[in-house]
């Protein structure tokens, strides 16, 4: 499902257009991380969030019909964030040497994105049981393994990125499941996860297609 699509299923049902209204869906969203992050969104509860948020019931309706849609809109905050990382860190590669710093870099700071941050944790974890929430992953992960397939085109010389696209989009898929295993145990069996994923993963990224 294109990138678009998928936001479009997870937006706020009123887009806000004047600048209150912009802010009330900021204040939603900012009570509802903490929420999250104090007791996970198993227990989100919608007229919680109003209180907390401090308009009515009935408003917080108007941009959000349930608590899965919340948290939708915050998995799409958190994936356009990243997406901003990823293209800031591959834009610049242009050699083997700098794709290989450069995704290093990239796989350690998600890992600490995800340690740090138990709300992206708790809202991706819900993407099996969520079509929605998974089809915005699976869109995210096409536009960021893009970028991956473009940055190893530029490092190889190769005329395009057609060759590398099957192998970026996987690793970048893969990537993100390493990372939910890798944040469900231990920080140090964490770590070890995470750095047998890049050693794997980066054998692939600098030598395609070699066994």
């Known amino acids: 499902m294109p990138l678009e699509k998928a936001r479009a299923e997870v937006l706020p049902r009123r887009a806000p257009v004047q600048q209150r209204s912009r802010e009330r869906l900021d204040r939603i969203l900012a009570v509802a991380t903490e929420l999250i992050g104090a007791r996970g969104s198993d227990q989100l509860k919608m007229g919680e969030v109003a209180e907390q948020a401090g308009i009515s ?9 349930d608590k899965s849609a919340i948290i939708r809109s915050l998995a799409e ?5 990243c997406r901003n990382c990823v293209e800031a860190a591959l834009t610049p590669v242009s050699s083997v040497a700098a794709l ?7 796989i350690d700071d998600y890992y600490q ?28 992960s096409r536009i960021c393994g893009g970028m991956l397939a473009d940055a190893m085109a530029r490092a190889h010389g190769a005329a395009d990125a057609s060759a590398y696209a099957a192998t970026a989009f996987t690793i970048w898929q893969l990537g993100e499941a390493t990372m939910r295993l890798a944040v469900s145990v231990d920080e140090k069996e964490g770590a070890a996860i995470v750095a047998a994923f890049r050693r794997m993963t980066l054998r692939e990224i600098l030598t395609p297609g070699q066994v």
């Open 57 to 65: 019931i009935g408003s917080l309706y108007q941009y959000f019909p």
């Open 77 to 81: 905050r958190y994936g356009a964030e």
């Open 100 to 106: 290989e710093a450069a995704y290093g870099l990239l």
């Open 113 to 140: 994105l995800y340690r740090a941050e138990p709300v992206m944790r708790d809202v991706w974890s819900g993407t099996q049981a969520d079509k929605q929430l998974a089809a915005l992953e699976l869109a995210e």
